[in-house]
Each structure stands twice: as structure tokens, then as C-alpha cells.
């Protein structure tokens, strides 16, 4: 069957359209990204603008046609922390829905976590044992944690890359002064929900998933190939050295350097500070990047259902 995805998330609209039946891996057949930053239109009543409503349901639109031209057969949607917090997020999924079609179904932050860390631990497999998850959206973080499919422990925080950004580092490049205080409270979040890991065994491998994470993974992590397969990995130290290069850096500077796109741009520094204070927090050296995160997670989710009858 073809299936498409529609990820409505806080900095882009993004389709994945996959040909898959339970069993096999999902086949890639094409993709269709808008890049909105549903951040930057949030209102001091954290509503989202008019202007941001009707980019949002144009892009949604735009992504329901193209599924149809593309003959998919069955389109699920989802929208994550961007709507899932806005005050008028309800009135807002009613009108993409009377004017796309398409009902999104919104996850709530430990929703993400466990279908992110579902597509971790498939892409990794069982003999990557047990898995700490750092998945960094625009709106949030999410850490979860376990041996199986689906995590023991998960946490979601407010500190994505664009939600960091926009309510911290005002400035283009950020102030040095900004920067300290998104560190300071990005250690104290992280630091607030760390004992819910404290108790477990120590995690077999450390995986970061997410384009941010892939981003700052490119610019400051090393690749190595084994068995055919090249994977990425970050430590601490080398994104250390790396952050303050890249905050002292206008946005449309970063662009320069190796990984980081114009759409990551605005909001890499914020999604580095995150990350690194993450690592910190929870005495993490290095980390191993996954390609696949919470699309490829809701695919996986899909294809399971059609062999069980359990909802997604």
C-alpha cells in the first residue's frame, strides 16, 4: 500500500509518502515540506496568528493534494506541541479540517516520545539493548528510556529548538547574556525530570534523533561505517567547542557551514544549547544519531495495526 504521513509540527509541514505492507521496510517515495515556524506566529495570548492559520491550512492543503495526485491510500495526520499548546488549537484543527479534509490527530508530548523511541529501536534492533532517547522537536524534548519497543520511562519539555529561540535568544546572533540564561534553564528543566532516569541501569547506547540533532551532528560529530551502515555520532566536548562559533554567527551566516540548512538556521544555536545542557544534566559523553524518528515511528505504529486491529 502507499501510505503518507503529514507531520504538522512547530517549524514545518512535513509529508512522507512510503510504499510499505507489515513485515517489510517502508520504501521512500516521496517528500513534501513547508517551512512555516509556527513559533514566530504565536500571539501574546499564545494563539496562533491569522497569518499563521492560513499558511498553515494552505500548506496542509497543499500536502492533501499531493497525496491525492500521488494515489495514496490511506493519510495520516498529526500535529504535535506547536497546535497541541495553543489556545486556539481546537478552532484551528476544526478549520484545516472543513477546509482540507484532513483530521489531524494531535500527540501529547509522551505520545511522541514512545513512537519516536518505537522507530529508534527498530532502526537499531534488539542488540543495541538498552536505549536513552534525546529527541529535540522546534516545541519540545523528549526523553524516554527502556529495553523494549516502547519505552519505561518518558518525559516531554518544553525546550525545542524554536520554542527556546524565540522566548531566549532574541537577538541575531544571540547576546552572550542571552545564551547564558537558555543555558541556565535548559540544565534546570532537564536537570527537574532526570530522576525519573536516575534509578534505571545504565543505558547500552545513547541515541539522538530529529533533524536538529542531525544538523549539529554534521557540523560537530564524526561518521563511521561498520558493516556497510555509516552512522553518526556527537560528543559533548566537540559541540562545546562548537557552540559559541556558532552562536556568534548571524542566521543567514550559518548557512556556511557543513549541515546546517536554511530552514534549521534560525533556530540551531537554540537547539545546540538545549542539547548540550541535556548531555550535561544527564552525564552523557557521546551520543548515536538515528535516521528514523517520529514519522517513521506513526509508519511503523500503522503497518503494526493493520496486523493487530489496535488503534495507532
Same mark, same amino acid.
Given at each position: 500500500?502507499?501510505?503518507?504521513?503529514?507531520?504538522?509540527?512547530?517549524?514545518?509541514?512535513?509529508?512522507?509518502?512510503?510504499?510499505?505492507?507489515?513485515?517489510?521496510?517502508?520504501?521512500?517515495?516521496?517528500?513534501?515540506?513547508?517551512?512555516?515556524?509556527?513559533?514566530?506566529?504565536?500571539?501574546?495570548?499564545?494563539?496562533?496568528?491569522?497569518?499563521?492559520?492560513?499558511?498553515?491550512?494552505?500548506?496542509?492543503?497543499?500536502?492533501?493534494?499531493?497525496?491525492?495526485?500521488?494515489?495514496?491510500?490511506?493519510?495520516?495526520?498529526?500535529?504535535?506541541?506547536?497546535?497541541?499548546?495553543?489556545?486556539?488549537?481546537?478552532?484551528?484543527?476544526?478549520?484545516?479540517?472543513?477546509?482540507?479534509?484532513?483530521?489531524?490527530?494531535?500527540?501529547?508530548?509522551?505520545?511522541?516520545?514512545?513512537?519516536?523511541?518505537?522507530?529508534?529501536?527498530?532502526?537499531?534492533?534488539?542488540?543495541?539493548?538498552?536505549?536513552?532517547?534525546?529527541?529535540?522537536?522546534?516545541?519540545?524534548?523528549?526523553?524516554?528510556?527502556?529495553?523494549?519497543?516502547?519505552?519505561?520511562?518518558?518525559?516531554?519539555?518544553?525546550?525545542?529548538?524554536?520554542?527556546?529561540?524565540? /522566548?531566549? #535568544?532574541?537577538?541575531?546572533? !544571540?547576546?552572550? $547574556?542571552?545564551?547564558?540564561?537558555? *543555558? &541556565?534553564?535548559?540544565?534546570?528543566? +532537564?536537570?527537574?525530570?532526570?530522576?525519573?532516569?536516575?534509578?534505571?541501569?545504565?543505558?547500552?547506547?545513547?541515541?539522538?534523533?530529529?533533524?536538529?540533532?542531525?544538523?549539529?551532528?554534521?557540523?560537530?560529530?564524526?561518521?563511521?561505517?561498520?558493516?556497510?551502515?555509516?552512522?553518526?555520532?556527537?560528543?559533548? /566536548?566537540? #559541540?562545546?567547542?562548537?557552540? !559559541?562559533?556558532? $552562536?556568534?554567527?548571524?542566521?543567514? *551566516? &550559518?548557512?556556511?557551514?557543513?549541515? +546546517?540548512?536554511?530552514?534549521?538556521?534560525?533556530?540551531?544555536?537554540?537547539?545546540?544549547?538545549?542539547?548540550?545542557?541535556?548531555?550535561?544534566?544527564?552525564?552523557?559523553?557521546?551520543?548515536?544519531?538515528?535516521?528514523?524518528?517520529?514519522?517513521?515511528?506513526?509508519?511503523?505504529?500503522?503497518?503494526?495495526?493493520?496486523?493487530?486491529?489496535?488503534?495507532?
Amino acid at each position: 500500500m502507499r501510505l503518507g504521513v503529514l507531520d504538522v509540527g512547530s517549524n514545518t509541514v512535513h509529508m512522507v509518502v512510503v510504499d510499505a505492507h507489515p513485515g517489510a521496510n517502508p520504501a521512500p517515495y516521496s517528500l513534501h515540506k513547508s517551512v512555516l515556524r509556527l513559533m514566530r506566529h504565536l500571539q501574546p495570548d499564545g494563539s496562533i496568528s491569522p497569518e499563521g492559520v492560513t499558511r498553515l491550512v494552505t500548506a496542509i492543503g497543499d500536502a492533501v493534494e499531493a497525496a491525492r495526485a500521488e494515489h495514496v491510500d490511506d493519510l495520516v495526520g498529526i500535529a504535535t506541541s506547536a497546535v497541541r499548546e495553543a489556545t486556539n488549537g481546537p478552532e484551528v484543527l476544526d478549520l484545516i479540517e472543513q477546509r482540507t479534509g484532513m483530521h489531524l490527530r494531535v500527540l501529547d508530548g509522551e505520545d511522541e516520545a514512545r513512537l519516536t523511541f518505537l522507530a529508534v529501536r527498530r532502526w537499531f534492533g534488539w542488540s543495541s539493548g538498552r536505549i536513552l532517547l534525546i529527541d529535540i522537536g522546534g516545541g519540545s524534548l523528549e526523553l524516554a528510556m527502556g529495553p523494549s519497543e516502547y519505552p519505561i520511562v518518558s518525559r516531554s519539555v518544553p525546550l525545542g529548538a524554536g520554542r527556546t529561540t524565540v /522566548a531566549y #535568544l532574541h537577538d541575531d546572533p !544571540p547576546t552572550k $547574556a542571552q545564551v547564558r540564561r537558555l *543555558r &541556565r534553564h535548559a540544565y534546570e528543566v +532537564v536537570s527537574d525530570v532526570s530522576d525519573a532516569f536516575a534509578g534505571m541501569p545504565h543505558p547500552d547506547h545513547v541515541i539522538g534523533s530529529s533533524k536538529t540533532i542531525r544538523s549539529l551532528a554534521r557540523l560537530a560529530g564524526d561518521e563511521v561505517t561498520i558493516g556497510g551502515r555509516t552512522t553518526q555520532w556527537l560528543r559533548r /566536548a566537540d #559541540l562545546k567547542r562548537w557552540l !559559541p562559533r556558532l $552562536a556568534a554567527l548571524p542566521a543567514e *551566516r &550559518r548557512t556556511e557551514l557543513r549541515g +546546517v540548512t536554511a530552514e534549521r538556521a534560525f533556530q540551531i544555536v537554540g537547539g545546540g544549547i538545549v542539547l548540550h545542557q541535556t548531555m550535561k544534566a544527564l552525564d552523557i559523553d557521546e551520543l548515536e544519531v538515528s535516521p528514523w524518528a517520529l514519522r517513521e515511528g506513526v509508519i511503523l505504529r500503522y503497518l503494526d495495526s493493520m496486523e493487530t486491529g489496535a488503534d495507532l
